[in-house]
T-cell receptor
């Protein structure tokens, strides 16, 4: 079945460590996104990519890095520079950014990864 | 500033009852409005997407309305079920390449 797979579901990080969250999609979507979700706040955009080998910063990119070497993969690295990384991270994809207004029509989300700093 | 506000913040209803969730937005120019359902610890799932010209859209027991003049939307849930317990997120999209603006969600608990 087509969809978006995030891994791991739960991740623990010690201070000073970098960790990488995986996101894979088999929907043949061009655009992919990373969001962060904190209690009582709306989803906030970290990074997004419209095409392979290209990505742009979102609203809260500091302390994060991404790569888009393949169409189906968009991993997110939470670096030690991110001072408050404990959160629920959501990866999403859409057909193409900019179509049907705004961010490319319907967003399809993964199941999320919960990162906790020890 | 582009904002999406949802009310109530949380809601408890008895199984079988109806409820209505509200979404007010200031995003302009407007392109579309989406409602998502998010079960605890899982990713959001799309319920409806409404464009400027659509006033009402249904998806099973979920009916969304949109008043683009007053910049208000509602999500009505009919004959609630225990599985409706979740957070419901309103998301508004501007035109062109504007980013999506997410509301903070309404947490619904359906009690037996």
């Amino acid at each position: 079945d087509g969809g978006i797979t995030q891994s791991p579901k739960y991740l623990f990080r010690k201070e000073g460590q970098n960790v990488t969250l995986s996101c894979e999609q088999n929907l043949n979507h061009d655009a992919m996104y990373w969001y962060r979700q904190d209690p009582g706040q709306g989803l906030r955009l970290i990074y997004y990519s419209q095409i392979v080998n290209d990505f742009q910063k979102g609203d809260i990119a500091e302390g994060y890095s991404v790569s888009r070497e393949k169409k189906e993969s968009f991993p997110l690295t939470v670096t030690s520079a991110q001072k408050n990384p404990t959160a629920f991270y959501l990866c999403a994809s859409s057909v193409k950014q900019g179509l049907a207004g705004g961010m490319g029509g319907e967003l399809f989300f993964g199941e999320g990864s919960r990162l906790t700093v020890l | 500033k582009n904002q999406v506000e949802q009310s109530p913040q949380s809601l408890i209803i008895l199984e079988g009852k109806n409820c209505t969730l509200q979404c007010n937005y200031t995003v302009s120019p407007f392109s579309n409005l989406r409602w998502y359902k998010q079960d605890t610890g899982r990713g959001p799932v799309s319920l409806t997407i409404m464009t400027f010209s659509e006033n009402t859209k249904s998806n099973g027991r979920y009916t969304a309305t949109l008043d683009a003049d007053t910049k208000q939307s509602s999500l009505h849930i009919t004959a609630s079920q225990l599985s409706d317990s979740a957070s419901y997120i309103c998301v508004v999209s501007g035109t062109g390449f504007q980013k999506l603006v997410f509301g903070t969600g309404t947490r619904l608990l359906v009690s037996p």
